[in-house]
């Protein structure tokens, strides 16, 4: 019962397509889905060496069309390519753990070690047939989109919480309206001299008023500013993430997935 178990289990991730249900089988949010697909891929590296040995002896005793030699050379190359994804994998996971308003991480380890699990039979099943399904088994096809999915998802996310964090604690508060200097006085009219005794006195002219200085225009109060409801949606691109200033909604675009910026 147990083999029989882990062999339906270990093939869950034949042709890249994970099984929809079973014990072990990979949840459905993406989070705990790449979480599972770290579980079950490190899992499946971990028994590398073990199956070697075994896997050599099977490439000898039926030589694929292109050689034994080139058929041996595909598996250390597997286990590069494994590694590399599961650093994609691990920082997909860490992005989406920083992003999260609430803990996840428990959540998270327990994915881990469910897809781990999908290996648990490794020690009851036979030598041959471990390493028969341990040649023919790969991780669901879409672990690697959906990590890379989760990643630019989750730094997006991770800075609009920054940027909206910052603006509450440091609001730049709006400069009250210039005052309107006061209307300069009209200057009084200095009368003339009085002309000297001994020079015959003329009629003085009229002197000519000064014109009066006109008051200053009062400043024009600043326009309030617009309302956010106002601004048209803003598509955030997966390929260039900027900060948004309100919450992050899933959306369609152009048949695309993308994050629309929407203000609160």
């Known amino acids: 019962m147990a083999n029989a178990l882990f062999i339906a289990l270990a093939l869950m991730g034949q042709a890249g397509q994970p099984a929809s249900q079973g014990p072990n089988a990979p949840p459905t949010d993406e989070y705990g889905y790449v979480a599972w697909c770290y579980g079950a891929l490190g899992s499946y590296i971990s028994l590398y060496d073990r199956v070697m040995p075994e896997v050599t002896r099977i490439e000898k005793a039926f030589p694929g069309p292109e050689g034994v030699a080139a058929a041996l050379k595909t598996y ?40 781990a699990a999908i290996w ?35 730094t997006i996310l991770g800075k609009a919480l920054n940027y909206n964090t910052t603006s509450a604690i440091a609001q730049p508060t709006e400069a009250p309206p210039a005052e309107a200097p006061a209307p300069a006085a009209a200057t009084t009219p ?9 020079a015959k006195a003329e009629p003085a002219s009229a002197p000519t008023p000064p014109k009066a200085v006109k008051p200053a225009k009062a400043a024009k109060p600043l326009a309030p500013a617009k309302s956010s409801a106002a601004k048209a949606e803003t598509i955030i691109d997966p ?15 152009g048949g695309k997935d993308v994050l629309i910026c929407k203000a609160d």
């Open 76 to 115: 250390p190359e597997i286990k590069a390519q494994a590694q590399k994804d599961l650093k994609t994998y691990s920082s997909a996971i860490t992005a989406a753990e920083k992003a999260s308003p609430r803990p996840i991480s428990e959540y998270g380890g327990a994915q881990v070690k469910r897809g």
């Open 239 to 253: 390929a260039n993430p900027a900060p948004c200033a309100g919450s992050l909604v899933p959306a369609k675009r």
């Open 120 to 154: 648990g039979g490794a020690d009851t099943v036979d030598k041959a047939r471990l390493a028969q399904m341990w040649m023919s088994w790969e991780p669901p096809g879409d672990c690697e989109k959906r990590a890379k999915a989760l990643e630019v998802k989750s």
């Open 190 to 198: 200095t009368p003339p001299p009085e002309p000297a005794p001994e």
